[in-house]
């Protein structure tokens, strides 16, 4: 089955630096690959999103990078502010409607 | 914030009790999951509806039985649970069109088996 590795486990960065977390998916058929994000006793939401027909897409300071060929894909958040601590989480579709999540990366911003 | 909902929020239970999880959403989606999520590990699915019909069963113990009487409703019924299955119980839903549609989760029910 379909298994999504996600590195690094934690990531702690100075505010106004980048963070880039790291995803790599095992099924060449994953079509889409979705970021959460999951503030401490909160839901995960959606921050982000990208389809196996582009390689990169951009939105304000979150940015995601795929390479279908490697099967990895990456988050970029740039101009880190605090309130962008939270565990993120990666995930690949595999078959009809199923999500494979990686195992998720702490991120603290340090003011 | 308020499109998936869940209830109860948090809820302890003994190994031999009987509980359900509710799960509503109001996203006129046609698919609803059931997510576990434990500390240190991923969020694992458990189980997926289309259409109020069964598509997923992700190989788990028969003590979860889920029902889903209509696209809004999600229910997960518990009985006879391990203290391994105290976890944050998360549900969400999509349109259901495939496999490239947005999940919107809910907040979650934090369950404590004792």
């Known amino acids: 089955g379909e298994n999504v590795e996600q590195h690094p486990s934690t990531l702690s960065v100075q505010e106004g630096d980048s963070a880039v977390i790291k995803c790599t998916y095992s099924?060449?058929?994953?079509?889409?690959f979705p970021w959460y994000k999951q503030e401490l006793g909160k839901r995960p939401q959606l921050i982000i999103d990208i389809r196996s027909n582009v390689g990169e897409k951009k939105d304000q300071r979150i940015a995601v990078t795929l390479n279908k060929t490697a099967k990895h894909f990456s988050l970029h958040i740039t101009e880190t502010q605090p309130e962008d601590s939270a565990v993120y989480f990666c995930a690949a579709t595999w078959g009809a409607q199923k999500l494979v999540f990686g195992q998720g990366t702490r991120l603290t911003i340090n003011p | 914030e308020t499109g998936v909902t869940q209830t109860p929020r948090h809820l302890v239970m003994g190994m031999t009790n009987k509980k359900s999880l509710k799960c509503e959403q109001h996203?006129?989606?046609?698919?609803m999951y059931w997510y576990k999520q434990s500390a240190k590990k991923p969020l694992e699915l458990m189980f997926v509806?289309?259409?109020?019909?069964?598509?997923e069963n992700n190989s788990v113990p028969s003590r979860f039985s889920p029902e889903c009487p209509n696209s809004s409703h999600l229910f997960l019924h518990l009985h006879t649970l391990q203290p391994e299955d105290s976890a944050l119980y998360l549900c969400a839903s999509s349109q259901g069109n495939g496999g490239t549609d947005t999940q919107y989760f809910g907040p979650g029910t934090r369950l404590t088996v004792l």
């Open positions: 099924d060449s058929a994953s079509n889409y």
């Open positions: 509806y289309n259409f109020k019909e069964q598509t």
């Open positions: 996203l006129g989606h046609n698919a």
